[in-house]
């Protein structure tokens, strides 16, 4: 049973660069979440999409916009780059079901923006 | 606005002692609750879950106790061993807002 899985694992991008994260679900589910998680912090919500539209979003701003596919896979994009974008992203994956939505994560993409 | 925060940032335990991990939330209309374990240099991995209409639940060493009325949570970890060494976060699965996390460390 293949697990949350994304791409790239590492990333060094400059100030002002644009950039695309992955992220695949596990089998069977069908949402994806994607969380920002700085240096010794949280992680934090950022927006879920479900059936191709964005579901929620987090406090973040424009600059961060997504994308979801109709093999349920998922994009993260990250326009403008700032120093402070630097972090840990993470995607969770979930399968709508009921009241209940346990998130399952993925390893992350390491972001570090010059 | 709402939060989810732990008690402690670090906690250090001896091998073979029980661990117990506390964690306070905001929001009296939380529903379901995760704790996740994450290793360095991986993701948060799913430990045991919780909802609004149990006090308690067990797992495999692990226990969460759910205090509705103060707010508060707790993972206790029987038998603490050098694998459980990690950061452990509670979230707010409904909110999807995690704590800051608690770094166990365990000592032989």
């Known amino acids: 049973d293949a697990g949350v899985t994304q791409s790239p694992t590492h990333l060094i991008k400059t100030r002002g660069q644009q950039v695309t994260l992955r992220c695949s679900p596990k089998?069977?589910?069908?949402?994806v979440s994607w969380y920002q998680q700085a240096l010794g912090q949280g992680p934090q919500f950022i927006f879920q999409?479900?059936?191709?539209?964005?579901?929620q979003r987090g406090n973040f701003p424009d600059r961060f916009s997504g994308h979801q596919f109709p093999n349920y896979s998922s994009e993260l994009n990250v326009n403008a780059l700032l120093l402070g974008d630097s972090a840990l992203y993470l995607c969770?994956?979930?399968?709508?079901?009921?009241?209940?939505?346990?998130?399952?994560f993925g390893p992350g993409t390491r972001l570090l923006v010059l | 606005g709402e939060s989810v925060g732990l008690h402690l940032p670090t906690l250090s335990v001896q091998e073979g002692d029980n661990s117990i991990i506390n964690c306070a939330y905001s929001?009296?209309?939380?529903?379901?609750f995760i704790w996740y374990k994450q290793e360095s240099g991986k993701g948060p991995q799913f430990i045991i879950d919780i909802r609004s209409n149990m006090d308690k639940r067990q797992g495999q060493r692990v226990t969460v106790l759910l205090n509705k009325t103060v707010k508060h949570l707790s993972l206790q970890i029987a038998a603490t061993q050098p694998g459980d060494s990690a950061v452990y976060f509670c979230?707010?699965?409904?909110?999807?807002?995690f704590g800051t996390g608690t770094r166990l460390q365990v000592f032989p």
């Open positions: 969770a994956s979930s399968l709508v079901r009921g009241a209940q939505e346990t998130q399952y």
């Open positions: 929001n009296s209309a939380s529903d379901y």
């Open positions: 999409y479900y059936e191709e539209e964005e579901r």
């Open positions: 979230a707010d699965a409904d909110k999807l807002i």
């Open positions: 089998s069977g589910h069908d949402t």
